[in-house]
T-cell receptor, first 114, second 117 residues
């Protein structure tokens, strides 16, 4: 089955700086890579995603890049703000048993320091 | 955030007891999922169901059971066989499992925090 590794586990940045979170995956057949944000005490919510036929996708201050050859993808947050502080999870849609399922990374706690 | 609910928000269980966590959705989604969240370990899949009356084991199914008698409901039972059940449990649903893109966006419930006394 799919295995997703996420780094770093914690990340602190100064307000206004950029933050980068990286994930690697094992299943070369995985074709969809979403990122979820979980604020303290709240449920995870999708913030951006990318399909395997695209190398980069942007949405205002956030962007995701995908390198299929190296099997890794990254989340980039520019001009970070205190409200960006949260746990971020990457995921990959790959084979899991008899079906294709999302496999999540272990999460990155991002802290934006004022 | 509306559309998928979980109850109770907090649950306390004595050792040796079975407990059932509720998950309901009114999004007309085919697929539903149960995850366990422990600090530093992300979201681990317990069980999932792609259609009514069918469900599959995830990565950590031992000590858990589920049913899917209705499209809207996917209850999770934590049995006494689960050795370390204290955790945060998240239920999710999606339109079409296995398809890349927006059809696979998972919508999460607010979670149930289970503590074994």
């Amino acid at each position: 089955g799919e295995n997703v590794e996420q780094h770093p586990s914690t990340l602190s940045v100064q307000e206004g700086d950029s933050a980068v979170i990286k994930c690697t995956y094992s299943d070369s057949a995985s074709n969809y890579f979403p990122w979820y944000k979980q604020e303290l005490g709240k449920r995870p919510q999708l913030i951006i995603d990318i399909r395997s036929n695209v190398g980069e996708k942007k949405d205002q201050r956030i962007a995701v890049t995908l390198n299929k050859t190296a099997k890794h993808f990254s989340l980039h947050i520019t001009e970070t703000q205190p409200e960006d502080s949260a746990v971020y999870f990457c995921a990959a849609l790959g084979e899991s048993g008899s079906a294709r399922q999302l496999t999540f990374g272990s999460g990155t706690q991002l802290t934006v320091l004022p | 955030d509306g559309g998928i609910t979980q109850s109770p928000k907090y649950l306390f269980r004595k050792e040796g007891q079975n407990v059932t966590l509720s998950c309901e959705q009114n999004l007309n989604h085919d697929a539903m999922y149960w995850y366990r969240q422990d600090p530093g370990q992300g979201l681990r899949l317990i069980y999932y169901s792609q259609i009514v009356n069918d469900f599959q084991k995830g990565d950590i199914a031992e000590g858990y059971s589920v049913s899917r008698e209705k499209k809207e409901s996917f209850p999770l039972t934590v049995t006494s066989a689960q050795k370390n059940p204290t955790a945060f449990y998240l239920c999710a649903s999606s339109t079409h499992p296995g398809l890349a893109g927006p059809y696979n966006e998972q919508f999460f419930g607010p979670g149930t925090r289970l503590t074994v006394l």
